[in-house]
Nanobody, 120 residues
Framework: VQLQASGGGLVQEGDSLRLSCTASGRSVRNDPVGWFRQAPGKERELLGSIRWKGGFTNYEKSVMGRFTISRDTAKNTVYLHMNSLKRDDTAVYYC??????????????WGQGTLVTVSS
């Protein structure tokens, strides 16, 4: 499966941004999909995931209430909606897919990443 992430860019604090991740190569309609990010000098951080079947979502505490994940099964696309962006949200954002639900997204397949820069 190939994942194409897009939508990153330069925004200001308090802005909103939506990232997209489109899967191709095979259907991921029943697979868990989610988002990670890696800020400069920091480890990669899980943000949240959505299970295609049932649309159940999970979020890490660091983004709960500000970020939401949704999906469009017809387009094989998952979105990360980010609100009230802060400078600390500056990072490369990656989408990932797992073959099965492990209880927490771990990333069996990865997209190439899209850079989000939040300025003051």
């Amino acid at each position: 499966v190939q994942l194409q992430a897009s939508g990153g860019g330069l925004v200001q604090e308090g802005d909103s941004l939506r990232l997209s991740c489109t899967a191709s190569g095979r259907s991921v309609r029943n697979d868990p999909v989610g988002w990670f990010r890696q800020a400069p000098g920091k480890e990669r951080e899980l943000l949240g995931s959505i299970r295609w079947k049932g649309g159940f979502t999970n979020y890490e505490k660091s983004v709960m209430g500000r970020f939401t994940i949704s999906r469009d099964t017809a387009k094989n696309t998952v979105y990360l909606h980010m609100n009230s962006l802060k400078r600390d949200d500056t990072a490369v954002y990656y989408c990932a897919v797992d073959r099965v639900w492990y209880g927490r997204l771990r990333g069996d397949y990865w997209g190439q990443g899209t850079l989000v820069t939040v300025s003051s």
